[in-house]
């Protein structure tokens, strides 16, 4: 899945509900493409400060699952009502 295009069919923040999803997928043999990156902090990137640090909220993370055109329809559909995140606008 490296030079085809995908589309977003999953966004959060709670990795457990991130790790749920993953093994759905994989059992239902639909490739992912998976993503992870820090949250950018709110006040801007010259100050360096993350309100969620300060708070001692430490979620920062934004998990992400990308498949292929093609299997958008039944990820979404294998996905709903067993996570909650599921990108249900996904573009097509």
């Known amino acids: 899945m490296f030079l085809t295009k995908k589309t977003a069919i999953y966004l959060s923040s709670d990795e457990s509900d991130y790790n749920l ?9 639909i490739k992912y ?33 990308s498949v292929a055109p093609e299997d958008v329809e039944k990820a979404i559909t294998v996905l709903q009502g067993n996570v909650r995140f599921v990108l249900t606008g996904a573009p097509k």
């Open 21 to 29: 999803a993953k093994e759905i997928l994989e059992k239902e043999h």
């Open 33 to 65: 493409y998976e993503f992870a990156s820090e949250e950018m902090p709110v006040v801007g990137c010259g100050a360096r400060i993350n309100p969620a640090r300060v708070n001692n909220h430490l979620d920062l993370m934004i998990f992400r699952l």
